[in-house]
């Protein structure tokens, strides 16, 4: 059982160019999230979906898009990367009641991404 | 607007003896509390959570207390070991809806062995 997968773990980008981080889950969760990990910043939304078909702007959606493709994968995409996206993107995942049985949301092991 | 707070970054406790991590938070809409921890190079992983019904669940060496009143909570590791030396975040969510969490900034705990 893979849980949440992500790709990919590292990349470094020019300031300018885009990019779509990939993330997958196989655990037939309705809802699906994109957070930014930043020093002194903790995890802040960008976008989430809470289910196949929708989305909605989190937290801190300037600059980046999202696609959920279908139950499976939802997408990040940069248009133009800037130097203040550098960052430590997760992607998560959760069903629904999840939280009120404990067991929160299941995180992807993150992508690096650096912006020169 | 910061709406849950870790106010304080880093925690360095003695192997064995007790680590109390502290959060705070501002919105009263918020009904249901988690704890993640992350190690390194890795997603969080959950830890332990309370609904705003209670103000105290234990799992094992850790135990999570609630102060509404106070809009504050707190884990307890007791006793903390090596293995538990990671980044700690508290999160909360609304009543109904969607499942969204907001995290805080993070506590980084180090025990010394």
Redesign the interface.
Known sequence: NAGVTQTPKFQVLKTGQSMTLQCAQDMNHNSMYWYRQDPGMGLRLIYYSASEGTTDKGEVPNGYNVSRLNKREFSLRLESAAPSQTSVYFCASSRPGSRRGGYGYTFGSGTRLTVV | DQQ?K?NS?SLSVQEGRISILNCDYTNSMFD?F?W?KKYP??????L??I?SIKDKNEDGRFTVFLNKSAKHLSLHIVPSQPGDSAVY?C?A?VAFG?????????TRLTIIP
């Open positions: 849950v870790q970054p249901y988690l993640y190079a890795e997603g969080p992983t959950f332990i959570s609904s975040f999160a969510s969607n499942e969204k969490l907001t995290f805080g900034t993070g």
